[in-house]
């Protein structure tokens, strides 16, 4: 691939959007990466939705079992788990080698809903990953998605890659994208259940979820799961968010939504979305809820936070 970006960046870490337009021009610009990295003995990583994880595991050939292969579907469903259990699962894997990671996880089949999240999350690999020696290159379908998705790429990535050239992003503004989606949720339908908690009543609150998800058919391993995110979230509240708050559950379709709102802020918009070295005590209540649903949503201003887990039954 050619540049037209000048002289080398200081920051070891390389994060380009990849734009392409039908597999032949996916496969021309994913295969060169891959090869690349492969000839430099760089460990690389592939993390993409599964029609084309299955191009390129067929392009690869017998070079597949050297690269880590990963449905971005399954294991990025939820955007906010992406960055520790995907990305940083692989690169601190290898802290001694720069590494490459193809990570796509915007595609034409993501919901308006998960959307906000997955914009957000494209922006804060610049932060997660700064100083770091790795290069994240990131493919979008430009004849399939949204526009609008396109400039939010230019904004979340300091350069991009159009038909082999690379050229910087004159739009550069990853803060941006970040606030731009840190946006109010909707309210609970007029049939939600809506409860108040405190610390006396957090037991109360988990009850409560787990006979709906019982009721709602949802298996008992994936109640589980709801019952220790809402356990997590509602104990945050106690703990950080003003000692109690409004816990609101509800169905829509074939997902159970669960939302905690609260008058704590959280202004690191990176909280929940780094591992926590085993040594440290607290800080891991936000990343097991993204770990444990299957989406997350949240809007958090000086005025208090509010909290969506979707986990679809």
């Known amino acids: 691939m050619s540049s037209d970006t000048g002289d080398a960046p200081s920051d070891p870490f390389l994060h380009p959007a990849f734009f392409y337009r039908d597999s032949h021009e996916y496969l021309s610009g994913t295969m060169e990466f891959i090869r690349a990295g492969l000839a430099n003995a760089e460990p690389v990583a592939v993390a993409v939705p599964a029609e084309n994880l299955d191009l390129l595991r067929d392009a690869l050939g017998a070079d597949a079992g050297a690269v880590r292969l990963l449905d971005m579907s399954v294991a990025g469903r939820n955007p906010g788990r992406i960055i520790p259990g995907v990305l940083r699962a692989f690169t601190d894997r290898h802290p001694d080698s720069r590494v490459r990671i193809i990570g796509e996880p915007i595609w034409a089949g993501r919901s308006a809903l998960e959307y906000p999240a997955c914009a957000q999350h494209e922006a804060l690999i610049n932060t997660a990953f700064a100083g770091r020696a790795a290069t994240m290159l990131c493919p979008y379908d430009i004849a399939r998605l949204d526009p609008g998705v396109l400039d939010d790429a230019l904004m979340s990535h300091p350069t991009s890659i159009d038909t082999g050239v690379e050229s910087i ?66 104990t945050n509240s106690v703990v950080h968010g003003g000692g109690r708050g409004i816990f609101a559950l509800w169905s829509a379709g074939r997902q159970i939504i669960c939302q905690v709102r609260d008058r704590g802020y959280i202004a690191d918009p990176l909280a929940g979305r780094l591992p926590v070295p085993g040594f440290h005590r607290g800080g891991r209540g936000l990343l097991l809820v993204n770990q444990l649903c299957d989406l997350v949503r949240m809007h958090t201003t000086p005025l208090g936070t509010t909290l969506q887990m979707h986990f679809a039954q």
């Open 169 to 234: 992003s004159p739009s550069y503004d990853p803060d941006r994208v970040v606030a731009a989606y840190n946006q109010a949720l909707p309210e609970p339908p007029a049939a939600a259940g809506v409860l108040d908690f405190d610390e006396a009543s957090l037991a109360d609150i988990r009850y409560a979820a787990t006979e709906f998800a019982r009721d709602a058919g949802m298996s008992s391993e994936r109640g589980t799961d709801l019952e220790l995110a809402v356990a997590e979230a509602t």
